[in-house]
């Protein structure tokens, strides 16, 4: 089964600075997707940034950007300017691409941004 | 208005008593799930969903039951609620595509208490 492990409970940043978030997988597939989920206060889910395993390029999205390490099972979350809005909870996430149903959740890091 | 809503948004109830946590959407999609998410443990997929006609257990099942009343909309029940179901509950949707990108889209989450 695939395990997806966020070794970070808690991290914090200083706003304007640059954060990694880390993540890490099992898997036996070639074929998968990874993505970044962000929790605000507000509860809801939403997606910040994903990655097809198939691709080499590392996916960014305005401040939001990746560290694909296929080889390694890395994937970390690299939030650049880091604003006051960018505190939440970030998840970590897995599917396979054979038409699997069940994304894997990470147990989350909670990101705080320091004024 | 949201695309995936739930209700309640918070409910707070008695152990033995019967509760149903309600979602519908209007994103067309034809995939539905429960989450459930405990501080720690990330989200946990409790039921999915689909279509109308196919219902499936998700990794924690026991203790809960779903309908899929129509294509937009799908409800869990607690039978008789435990304490242990304290937690914070997400409805999903995503879309049957191929190949499965995983996407998910999620509503605010219903917490709910069992005393």
């Known amino acids: 089964a695939q395990t997806v492990t966020q070794s970070q409970p808690e991290m914090s940043v200083q706003e304007a600075e640059t954060v990694t978030l880390s993540c890490t997988y099992d898997?036996?597939?070639?074929?998968?997707?990874l993505f970044w989920y962000k929790q605000p206060p507000s509860r809801q889910m939403i997606l910040v940034i994903r990655?097809?395993?198939?691709?080499?390029q590392n996916a960014t999205e305005n401040r939001f950007s990746v560290n694909f390490q296929k080889a390694a099972k890395s994937f970390s979350l690299k939030i650049s300017d880091s604003q006051l809005g960018d505190a939440a909870m970030y998840f970590c996430a897995y599917i396979s691409g054979a038409g699997s149903y069940q994304l894997t959740f990470g147990k989350g890091t909670k990101l705080s941004v320091i004024p | 208005d949201a695309d995936v809503t739930q209700t309640p948004r918070n409910r707070i109830t008695k152990t033995g008593k019967r509760i149903m946590l309600e979602c519908s959407q209007t994103k067309g999609h034809d995939r539905m799930y429960w989450y459930r998410q405990d501080p720690g443990l990330g989200l946990r997929l409790i039921y999915y969903s689909f279509d109308v006609k196919d219902i499936n257990k998700g990794e924690i099942s026991d203790g809960y039951s779903v309908s899929r009343q129509a294509q937009a909309k799908f409800s869990l029940s607690l039978e008789s609620a435990i304490p242990n179901q304290t937690a914070l509950y997400f409805c999903a949707t995503s879309v049957a595509s191929a190949p499965n990108t995983g996407e998910l889209f999620f509503g605010e989450g219903s917490r709910l208490t069992v005393l």
């Open positions: 898997t036996s597939e070639s074929d998968y997707y």
């Open positions: 990655q097809e395993a198939y691709k080499q």
